[in-house]
């Protein structure tokens, strides 16, 4: 996969509030992904979009891609405590064996 | 939900000693791969090993490093002569046929 850039570098919000963060990109896709990981803790994956969609849900999650402008944006809405970790983006241009190349992502910190 | 399980969960050595990081992929996932985080940095990728070989690597998976799955189930990762600069959480992720790649929880490595 090649390195998604992700954007802001931290967020700070309140529980309840949206959390927003987006991820540019350089290079063709065939999909897009986004992960999470717990303070230093193993990473989990959260949604993907693929090249052919627009928008995709997954319970509070909503993502979005804009291959003209190469950049997805991930929204979460009725943010938890829970939610507080780093989140990556990866453009998996269809590199065969698929190794993640992580970039610093963006640390969301959600107060209860 | 099949998970990756890696063992064991903290492991403290000795500089110079040999360790063994095991990992135990879902069923029939057929790609695999080692990364580590080294305390307040970013994920960085070691190693994948897709059909019983390595099919790429990083530069810091250099001599002392090497991967096998010795009985078909197992994936590990060896350190032969481990340094001080080992010292990092190592996480395992495997993936099937599908892009998404699922981590086990890490092991974190302390070389004293």
């Known amino acids: 996969s090649q390195q998604g850039e992700e954007d802001p570098q931290a967020l700070s919000i309140q529980e309840g509030e949206n959390a927003t963060m987006n991820c540019s990109y350089k290079?063709?896709?065939?999909?897009l992904q986004w992960y999470r990981q717990n303070s230093g803790r193993g990473l989990v994956h959260l949604i993907l979009?693929?090249?052919?969609?627009r928008e995709k849900h997954s319970g509070r999650l909503r993502v979005t891609l804009d291959t003209s402008k190469k950049s997805s944006s991930l929204l979460i809405t009725a943010s938890r405590a829970a939610d507080t970790a780093s989140y990556f983006c990866?453009?998996?241009?269809?590199?065969?064996?698929?190794?993640?190349?992580f970039g610093q992502g963006t640390i969301l910190t959600v107060h209860p | 939900e099949p998970e990756v399980t890696q063992t064991p969960s903290h492991q403290v050595t000795q500089m110079g000693q040999e360790v063994i990081l095991r990992c135990v992929p879902i069923?029939?996932?057929?790609?695999f791969y080692w990364y580590r985080q080294i305390l307040g940095q970013k994920v960085e990728f070691l190693v994948s090993?897709?059909?019983?070989?390595?099919?790429?690597k990083s530069e810091i998976f250099d001599d002392q490093f090497s991967v096998e799955r010795p009985d078909g189930s197992n994936f590990t990762l060896k350190i032969r002569s481990t340094k001080l600069e080992d010292s990092a959480m190592y996480f395992c992720?495997?993936?099937?046929?599908?892009?998404?790649?699922?981590f086990g929880p890490g092991t974190r490595l302390l070389v004293l």
């Open positions: 992720a495997t993936r099937g046929d599908r892009e998404t790649q699922y």
């Open positions: 290079t063709s896709i065939n999909n």
């Open positions: 979009i693929r090249s052919n969609e």
């Open positions: 990866f453009n998996a241009g269809g590199t065969s064996y698929g190794k993640l190349t």
């Open positions: 069923s029939n996932h057929l790609y």
């Open positions: 090993f897709y059909n019983n070989e390595i099919s790429e």
